[in-house]
């Protein structure tokens, strides 16, 4: 599978339809997944947590080809981003935040009021986006990366503090 021609596009933000995740999907996504990551998920690591009641699994879907994918549990009080990619060609137009804002649109003052993930401490693009979408890092988790040994940031968005300009305050590290 090809994915569409995007040298017209001029690195600007394209309009992506985000959608529900289905089994005809996972070729693209895994794909997307081995282009993205150093210890990429397995089809099998996707099974088993959409399989879970409370995980969910969305796409990002430009001119009929998958771009982009999340997976994501919805425990009580929160969006619990387990795992977010781009395609390489797609990054930079905006895709993984359509997606994330397809996530804050979740949210509501009763129920689920934050999205949280781990971010690899290495990270630094993905730190960088999560902060300019209004996220903050609220702890380390020491080792929390067992292939490396190393550690994540808790980071969190807040459906009431998205519009604070506070810095990032990491209150606890937990080894």
């Given at each position: 599978?090809?994915?569409?021609?995007?040298?017209?596009?001029?690195?600007?933000?394209?309009?992506?339809?985000?959608?529900?995740?289905?089994?005809?999907?996972?070729?693209?996504?895994?794909?997307?997944?081995?282009?993205?990551?150093?210890?990429?998920?397995?089809?099998?690591?996707?099974i088993h947590c959409l399989q879970q009641r409370n995980c969910i699994?969305?796409?990002?879907?430009?001119?009929?080809?998958?771009?982009?994918?999340?997976?994501?549990?919805?425990?009580?009080?929160?969006?619990?981003?387990?795992?977010i990619a781009t395609a390489p060609e797609f990054r930079r137009r905006?895709?993984?935040?359509?997606?994330?804002?397809?996530?804050?649109?979740?949210?509501?003052?009763?129920?689920?009021?934050?999205?949280?993930?781990?971010?690899?401490?290495?990270?630094?693009?993905?730190?960088?986006?999560?902060?300019?979408?209004?996220?903050?890092?609220?702890?380390?988790?020491?080792?929390?990366?067992?292939?490396?040994?190393?550690?994540?940031?808790?980071?969190?968005?807040r459906l009431h503090d998205h519009v604070d300009s506070s810095p990032?305050?990491?209150?606890?590290?937990?080894?």
């Amino acid at each position: 599978m090809s994915l569409p021609d995007i040298d017209n596009i001029d690195n600007k933000e394209i309009k992506v339809y985000v959608r529900w995740m289905v089994r005809r999907d996972f070729p693209e996504v895994l794909a997307i997944e081995q282009a993205c990551f150093e210890f990429p998920w397995k089809e099998e690591d996707f099974i088993h947590c959409l399989q879970q009641r409370n995980c969910i699994g969305m796409v990002a879907e430009y001119e009929g080809h998958v771009v982009g994918f999340m997976i994501y549990e919805v425990p009580k009080n929160r969006i619990h981003l387990l795992n977010i990619a781009t395609a390489p060609e797609f990054r930079r137009r905006g895709v993984a935040g359509q997606m994330i804002q397809k996530l804050v649109s979740k949210l509501a003052n009763q129920r689920r009021s934050r999205i949280v993930l781990e971010v690899r401490e290495t990270n630094l693009p993905a730190l960088v986006f999560f902060r300019s979408l209004g996220f903050r890092a609220t702890v380390v988790i020491k080792n929390f990366y067992e292939d490396m040994n190393e550690d994540a940031y808790v980071l969190q968005y807040r459906l009431h503090d998205h519009v604070d300009s506070s810095p990032n305050r990491i209150s606890v590290r937990i080894a």
